[in-house]
């Protein structure tokens, strides 16, 4: 009997028996499920991976921040120390060991004097289209490395913009940076001018 003359019946039970004994073939059941968990699990893992060395890099850099208000405001680095790129350049020098060679560019740092700590508790900063925007009070203000000498109020601020490697996790942040921030506020000891 050729399959042209089988009837709907036959087809509809001949279908049915097949769908029954693929059900119930349980040999490829742990392939079919590593399948479904494959990328579920692999997603999680680089996660859990970019998660922690971001939280890393965080912890490097708001070390080195500390390390640096310490040694300003015990004197062992003067103005002349940290002038122009010099602040810069010191933070990614010691962020090397977990940053990309593009520190500079992803390194935004102000360092100001402030008359009265409670002028240094209105610095704030907003972002705005993925720009730093340092404010104080209701004002805007351009970065700054201006440290004051002996007995001075200073607040030095440290933004990096850390760049996301998982692009499944880029995209759901909506962007491929994150803003790594530290910030310190001292007053200087008497050290000799």
Known sequence: MSNEFVSTGDRTARRARFFARFAGDRRGSTALEFALLALPFAVLVFAILESCISFAGQEVMANITDDIARKLRTGQLRPADVAGDKLKTMICDRLEIIVSQDCPNQLDVD????????????????????????????????????????ESKNMLRVFYKWPVMTDLLSQSMGGNKTLHFASVTWQNEPFDN
Do not use: C, H, V
Request: charged fraction near 10%.
């Open 111 to 150: 360092l100001r004097e402030y008359t009265t700590f409670a002028d240094a508790a209105t610095a704030t900063f907003k972002i705005d289209n993925g720009n730093i925007i340092l404010m104080q009070g209701t004002n805007s203000q351009p970065f700054a490395t201006t440290p004051g000498l002996a």
